[in-house]
């Protein structure tokens, strides 16, 4: 005997759609953007409601709870982030302030550097000014070159070295001058240098003319370059007696070779008489401090081609 299936009744058969359609995930589950719009939709009557109530708004209970809840959390957390972003503060004010110091300490090195060559700097004008002068004053053009070098004292020759030779225009037998009056003159030459033979040396002979009387003689050098180095003065006239501060100038010769005329040399010191020889010998102190020689100036005829500026005549560079 076959039975046959009992047939469910039709309240069972919906029920049973329903649990299949919840677990499928069907109709009975609302969208997610329906429970946006739902939560927006609950939420906008408070918002009026607090904005429209003013001072007195019903959500104040709710609002203060919030606070006293989440109000020393976000204290906390503050409190704990401090120190994290004062670090970050103080590493960049500390690398500021350290930038700052090294700008103080290369300035305040360079300033000390400026204050320890200042005086070496003002002197080395202050003679370049006194040498365009004298051009000015001797009517001669110069080739201005710095001493490089002091002959040895043993060698008993009182020479120095200027760094200027022929690229400069310059010769043997050239007169050298500075801001005071005569240096000496050229020996030896090379294409960048020159050797001066200073007039204090012992084997220095230059013309001198007293320039009060017009008498004319022969200087020669103590051989010293200290301030109370002298030179010798002996006049071709044995009866004339110069006075005390007189100044001696260079006689000079027709080509200007080796000394140029009228340029200063010194002045007399003292006179000594030698009854035996009736002859007079006066001392002459130089002008030229020849311990602290510096810039010189070599006499070239005007328009003379130097590889290097040349002070002519009336001061004036070319």
Known sequence: MVSRPRRSSPRLERLNRRGSLERRGGPSDPPRASRVVALLLAGAPLVALDASAGDGSPVDPARRVLGEVFGPIESGTSAA???VLGAREWLTSTGDLRRDRDALQLANAQL?????????DRNRLREYDRLTSAANS????????????VGAAQSFSRTVTIDAGTRSGLHADMTVVNGDGLVGRIVRVTSGTATVLLVVDAESAVGGRVAQSMKVGFLTGQGSLDAGGRLDLELVDQAHVPSRDDSVVTWGSDDGAPYVAGIPVGRVTSVYTSLRETTQRAEIAPYVDFGALDLVGVVVPSGTRSDRAVIEADGSLR
């Open 138 to 149: 001797y009517g001669r053009a110069l080739v201005p070159a710095r001493v490089i070098g």
């Open 112 to 120: 000390e550097e400026q204050a320890r060559t200042a005086d070496f």
């Open 81 to 83: 982030l401090s120190p």
